[in-house]
């Protein structure tokens, strides 16, 4: 069974960075994409970057490209985000999610979650 554990999340003032990390256990991800979302009060769960696992690969959505970077460790089976530049309107509990496959945006067509991170950021 997959497991999928965020850390890094926090409080940050607007142009601060902050990274958070996706530790992935339970199976060879290797044919896998890898995906950050994000949830921010009274609105839907957002798609924000995947990587493909085999080859490393990414994509982002408009809002965080040229700020946000996302990357997979191979050696320490995890996924980061590295998050630069901060805003207030990207504070959310930030989710890992994995897929079987190549990457797709929307959260349904995802089969495993972490429990979130919370991601605070500050005016």
Avoid at 36 to 58: C, H, N, Y
Avoid at 75 to 99: F, G, H, I, W
């Amino acid at each position: 069974q997959v497991q999928l554990i965020e850390s890094g999340g926090g409080m940050v003032q607007a142009g601060d960075s902050l990274t958070l990390s996706c530790a992935a256990s339970g199976r060879t991800f290797t044919s896998y994409t890898m995906s950050w979302f994000r949830q921010a009060p009274g609105k839907e769960r957002e798609f924000i970057a995947a990587v493909l696992w085999s080859d490393g690969s990414t994509g982002y959505t408009p809002s965080v490209k040229g700020r946000f970077t996302i990357s997979r460790d191979n050696d320490k089976n995890t996924v980061n985000l590295q998050m630069n530049s901060l805003k207030p309107e990207d504070t959310a509990v930030y989710y890992c999610a994995a897929r079987r496959g190549l990457p797709r945006s929307s959260e349904h067509e995802y089969d495993d979650w972490g429990q979130g991170t919370q991601v605070t950021v500050s005016s």
